[in-house]
Antibody
Framework: EVQVVEAGGGLVQPGGSLRLSCAAS????????MSWVRQAPGKGLQWVTN????????YYVDSVRGRFTVSRENAKNSLYLQLESLRAEDTAIYYC???????????????WGQGTLVTVSS | SYELTQPLSVSVALGQTARIICGGN??????VHWYQQKPGLAPVLVIF???NRPSGIPERFSGSKSTNTATLTISSAQAGDEADYYC?????????FGGGTKLAVL
């Protein structure tokens, strides 16, 4: 069974940092692109970042570029998201998702974790 | 930046057909995906690349598309279909979600 489990969320002050992790199981992690998507309380979904199988390509939404860094350790079946210079508007549930990649630059988020809540507040 | 427009809410009588519209400029040229999210739970993929259902998704769920709109159709709507539904596309390497539509089954 495909499973992704996020961890690392919590309460952090504005300007602070946090590292989220996502543990994958039930599939060959190194064969898949991966993605982070977030959802502010009571709001819709917002894509955050994608990372290629070998980490050689990374893409970010404009609002987090330069502050967030996605990475992965294929040997540990793990995905990470380093959050820095956090702002109140970064408060959200952060979901990790497996990606099915198609040759026409299409990415399908086919399996999602239950998410981890990040709260940025003083 | 590319934008997707969805109605805030759609209502359907139990057993009838619900249609959720997603509007976007020339969306017909982009593969469209649909996600279902029930309260307190993670999103679930229900339609990918316009018309395809993942395994485990009932045949009642279908997708279609025209030049500037994509449609998620839920036939014989059931109480368990009440959820938020999001359309999604990729604008080059940037993911774009619609604002979401709350489906009420009456």
């Amino acid at each position: 069974e495909v499973q992704v489990v996020e961890a690392g969320g919590g309460l952090v002050q504005p300007g602070g940092s946090l590292r989220l992790s996502c543990a994958a199981s039930g599939f060959t992690f190194s064969n898949y692109w991966m993605s982070w998507v977030r959802q502010a309380p009571g709001k819709g979904l917002q894509w955050v970042t994608n990372i290629k199988q070998d980490g050689s390509e990374k893409y970010y939404v404009d609002s987090v570029r330069g502050r967030f860094t996605v990475s992965r350790e294929n040997a540990k079946n793990s995905l990470y998201l380093q959050l820095e210079s956090l702002r109140a508007e970064d408060t959200a549930i952060y979901y990790c998702a497996r990606v099915l990649y198609w040759d026409d630059r299409d990415y399908v988020l086919d399996s999602w974790g239950q998410g981890t809540l990040v709260t940025v507040s003083s | 930046s590319y934008e997707l427009t969805q109605p805030l809410s759609v209502s359907v009588a139990l057993g009838q057909t619900a249609r959720i519209i997603c509007g976007g400029n020339n969306i017909g040229r982009k593969p469209v995906h649909w996600y279902q999210q029930k309260p307190g739970l993670a999103p679930v993929l229900v339609i990918f690349r316009d018309t395809n259902r993942p395994s485990g998704i009932p045949e009642r769920f279908s997708g279609s598309k025209s030049t500037n709109t994509a449609t998620l159709t839920i036939s014989s709507a059931q109480a368990g279909d009440e959820a938020d539904y999001y359309c999604q596309v990729w604008d080059s390497t940037t993911g774009v979600f619609g604002g979401g539509t709350k489906l009420a089954v009456l």
